[in-house]
């Protein structure tokens, strides 16, 4: 992700936001359209470190009708208009880069059916993500996609995003998940995409296209998801090493032994320290962990699945293999690996967080890499994240300014790493602002002007979500 920037783009005009903010009271209503202090500033950050970008305006619509009524208004006006969910995001996608219109999808937060006998959901943008796990869970059906944010992320961020989260290495991602969406384009047109069966080919696959676009092709307002039967049993360990480069041997030589753990989640030894500030006992002295959780339906087959995982990271060199106990013990090791990105900001003022994915079998090989890089540069690099998938989020934490050029450095460095191993610059946080000027490191121009030319060709304006993954086409 690119340091935050003092970056100022062009913004509308006031009397045109004047005449926006009547025109959006017309077709809303006037608690619907807010434009107090405190609401912008809430609604002019995520959790990126891209700045701080407030709206002219924030609209809250209640009904498809109201997302479509808002996205006509400002096209007519020629007003930008950027949807938002729980403003979780991690590059930057939701902020409202050009000033204008925020349009929240929070108040469409309804949970609409869920069927067991086929497997399937049908929500609203703005539902909370865990409530919906919840929510289907009590049905005994499971949704696996679990972005670190699950507690408040919404599920219509999590389509915008494509999000992803530990359980992907098992199960997959949000795209994996979503086979119906009702959408509204750019231009305030509302089509059903999709199906709700759990095949089909009939057509282009326009969800696997709008799911992940990072809201720059319209928003979604009802979202069909395929379930999967709750696994009856969870089985989780804590697996302590005395330096990152034996976990990383060890998680690449599970994952060719035969067994598919539904986690395997890399902490070094700066995301142990950091955690471990906050009260949670790792052991002293630990170089590594890694949390790996298996599932299924045998719980006897589980234990085995353990034992044979421990035993592989014991001769990989694990210094021991804790189980949980139960579902309490289990439970405090996800909230420590919750808490590891937050924690990591105690330990410097600044963070940067990335959010590299390599090929499998180059685990071993980025984690020694970014470990030589962050002693050259004399960077304090933590390393942690979803390594069972290749998916790491590497944090540059540094002290002020003045350091600043170093972390440009190291952020070019670690992205050309990735991409020489055959990675990608984003697994699950999206390109959005923070990463857009290092796009081109990873996709060819033909294929990044296929990209705009979709973009232009669903949103010819530009006024949808501008400045977000290659520079708007236009400016009215
Ligand atoms: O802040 C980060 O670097 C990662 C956030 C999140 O994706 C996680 O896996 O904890
Ligand atoms: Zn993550």
Redo the contacts with the bound molecule.
């Keep these: 992700m690119s340091l935050p920037s003092e970056r100022t783009f062009p913004r509308p005009d006031p009397s045109l936001m004047e005449r926006a903010h009547t025109a959006l009271v017309a077709v809303l209503s006037a608690g619907q359209v807010r434009r107090d202090a405190p609401t912008l500033e809430s609604y002019a950050r995520d959790?990126s470190d891209s700045g701080v970008y407030p709206p002219d305006l924030v609209v809250f619509p209640e009904d498809t009708a109201q997302v479509s009524a808002v996205f006509r208004t400002c096209q007519a006006l020629g007003v930008p208009f950027t949807p938002c969910g729980a403003r979780s995001g991690?590059s930057g996608g939701s902020l409202p880069l050009r000033g204008g219109v925020a349009v929240s999808l929070e108040r469409m937060n309804r949970i609409l059916s869920v069927s067991v006998e086929d497997l399937t959901a049908v929500a609203q943008p703005g539902v909370i993500t865990g409530d919906f796990m919840k929510a289907v869970e009590a049905q005994g059906l499971f949704y696996p996609p679990d972005?670190?944010?699950w507690e408040f992320c919404t599920l219509g961020g999590n389509v915008a995003e494509n999000a992803g989260?530990?359980r992907a290495l098992k199960y997959g991602v949000t795209r994996d998940y979503i086979i119906g969406l009702e959408w509204v384009l750019p231009s305030g047109e509302v089509l059903r995409v999709g199906r709700r069966t759990l095949k089909g080919v009939a057509g282009y696959d326009l969800v696997g296209l709008f799911v992940g676009s990072e809201g720059t092709l319209g928003v979604a307002t009802e979202i069909t998801v395929q379930l999967v039967p709750r696994p009856r049993y969870v089985k989780t360990a804590l697996v302590v090493f005395d330096s990152v480069y034996a976990a990383a041997h060890a998680i690449t030589a599970v994952l060719t032994a035969g067994i598919l753990p539904r986690t395997l989640e890399l902490l070094d030894d700066t995301a142990l320290h950091a955690v471990r500030h906050r009260g949670f006992p790792f052991p002293e002295g630990a170089g590594a962990a890694v949390i790996a959780e298996v599932d299924g339906n045998v719980e006897e087959g589980l234990f085995a699945e353990l034992t044979q995982l421990g035993e592989i990271c014991e001769r990989e060199g694990a210094r021991e293999v804790l189980v949980a106990q139960d579902e309490s013990q289990r439970e405090r090791l996800w909230t420590a690996?919750?808490l590891?990105?937050p924690a990591l900001r105690a330990l410097k003022p600044h963070k940067i967080?990335?959010?590299i994915a390599v090929p499998r079998s180059r685990i071993p090989d980025i984690i020694r890499a970014l470990k030589d890089m962050g002693e050259e540069l004399g960077l304090l690099v933590a390393t942690?994240?979803?390594a069972g998938d290749g998916n790491l989020?590497a944090?540059l934490l540094y002290d002020g300014p003045h350091q600043r050029a170093l972390v440009e450095k190291g952020i070019q460095r670690m992205l050309e790493l990735t991409v020489a191993m055959g990675g990608t610059i984003t697994g699950?946080?999206g390109v959005g602002h923070a990463k857009r000027e290092y796009l081109a490191m990873e996709q060819a121009e033909g294929v990044l002007a296929l990209q705009r030319r979709l973009k232009e060709f669903f949103d010819p304006s530009g006024l949808l979500n501008p400045e977000k993954i290659f520079p708007a086409p236009k400016w009215p």
């Design positions: 959790e991690k972005p670190n944010s989260g530990p690996r919750r590891v990105s967080s990335e959010d942690y994240g979803h989020h944090n699950e946080h």
